[in-house]
C-alpha cells in the first residue's frame, strides 16, 4: 500500500512546524525520516496519522484521503508506533494488544478465536507470550515498545508509521525488531535518531531540517559528512563497515563549533 503525503504543512501555536512536506513511500518499501531534535518528525508523522491537522496539504494512503477519511478507517489499513504510549488505565499485556483488533470489530462485538489467535501470535513476534497476564503499567520502558508494536501487528496493518521504534530498546531488540519490521514486506515509514541503523534497514531516507525536506534519496546519498555536518552540526568519517559491508560513521566531534571549523577546513582546502 503506498503512501503519498503532497504538501503538507502544520501550524502549532502560531510556529509552522512542518513546512510543505512532500514524500512517498512505495508499497513495500522501508523508509527512515531522520533530523535532529525538533525538527518536526514526530509532528510530520502525527499528520499522517490523523493526530496533529494539517493546514495545507494531503495524505493518501492506498487511494484514499486520509485526512478525511474516519479513524476507523485509517486504523484498518495503517498500524502506528507512537513515541509516547502511556496510559491512564492498566490493562493487561494480552488486553492491550487485542486492542489493536478492535478497528476490525463492530461495536460490542466479542473477541473472537482469529482474534485470540493473531494477539497470541504478534505477542510471541515481539517475545512478549510470557509476560501476556503482566500489567501494561508494570512493564519497563522496551517492554512497553515491543507489546505497542505487537499491538500494531496484531492490527495486521497494511501499512506501518513508525516514531523511533527503538527507543528504550537493547541492541537485540533494536536488531530484531528492525528486522521484523522489514520481513513483513509491507510499506513503512519510520522516524529513526540512530543514523547506521537508519543506514541498515531503510531502503530510501528523508532528511528533515526545520520544518523542511533537506535532503532525500538512498541512503548513502543522503548520509555524507557534508550533510551530517550541515544539518547535526557534527563532524564525522563516513566509512564502510570491515565487517558488515554497511555505511558506518564516525563522529568526530559534536557541537556547533567543532562543525564550522570543519565546515570551514574543508571550504578551505
Ligand atoms: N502542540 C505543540 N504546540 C507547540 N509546539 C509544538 C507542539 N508540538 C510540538 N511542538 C514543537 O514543534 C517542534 C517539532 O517537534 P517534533 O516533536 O515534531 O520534533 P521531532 O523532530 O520529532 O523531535 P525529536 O527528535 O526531539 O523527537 C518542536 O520545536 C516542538 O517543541
Known amino acids: ?4 503525503v503532497n504538501d503538507v504543512s502544520v501550524t502549532l501555536a502560531r510556529a509552522d512546524i512542518v513546512k510543505s512536506v512532500s514524500l512517498r513511500v512505495e508499497d513495500g518499501r522501508f523508509v527512515g525520516l531522520i533530523g535532529p531534535n525538533g525538527c518536526g518528525k514526530s509532528t510530520l508523522l502525527k499528520s499522517i496519522y490523523k493526530v496533529v491537522q494539517p493546514s495545507a496539504g494531503s495524505v493518501v494512503l492506498g487511494g484514499a484521503d486520509v ?14 508506533v507512537g513515541q509516547f504510549n502511556e496510559l491512564s ?3 493487561t499485556v494480552r488486553e492491550m ?27 510471541l513476534t515481539v517475545g512478549m507470550l ?8 508494570s512493564l519497563s520502558g522496551g517492554e512497553k515498545q515491543r507489546v505497542v508494536l505487537a499491538r500494531a501487528l496484531a492490527q495486521q496493518p497494511r501499512f506501518l508509521v513508525l516514531d523511533e521504534p527503538t527507543n528504550h530498546l537493547d541492541i537485540k531488540y533494536q536488531l530484531q525488531i528492525l528486522s521484523l519490521v ?12 540512530d543514523l547506521e541503523l537508519a543506514a541498515a534497514y531503510c531502503d530510501h531516507l528523508y532528511l528533515v531540517k526545520q520544518g523542511r525536506i533537506y535532503a ?3 541512503p548513502r546519498s543522503v548520509l555524507t559528512r557534508e550533510i551530517i555536518s550541515e544539518v547535526f552540526e557534527v ?30 577546513a574543508r571550504a578551505g582546502s
Do not use: W
Not at 510470557?130 to 503499567?137: C, K, T, V
Not at 520481513?183 to 519510520?190: F, H, K, M, W
Open 1 to 4: 500500500m503506498q503512501l503519498d
Open 67 to 80: 485526512l478525511r477519511a474516519s479513524p476507523k478507517t485509517v486504523a484498518r489499513m495503517m498500524g502506528v
Open 89 to 91: 488505565f492498566d490493562f
Open 97 to 123: 494488544v487485542m486492542m489493536g483488533r478492535t478497528p476490525h470489530k463492530k461495536l460490542l462485538d466479542a473477541d473472537s478465536a482469529e482474534d485470540e489467535r493473531l494477539v497470541e501470535e504478534a505477542l
Open 130 to 137: 510470557p509476560m501476556a497476564g503482566r500489567s501494561f503499567l
Open 182 to 193: 522489514k520481513s513483513l514486506g509491507i510499506g513503512v515509514l519510520a522516524a529513526l535518531h
Open 216 to 218: 532525500e534519496g538512498p
Open 235 to 264: 563532524d564525522c568519517q563516513i566509512y564502510e563497515n570491515p565487517v558488515t559491508g554497511g555505511l558506518g560513521i564516525a563522529y568526530l566531534e559534536s557541537g556547533p563549533s567543532a562543525a564550522a571549523e570543519a565546515a570551514a
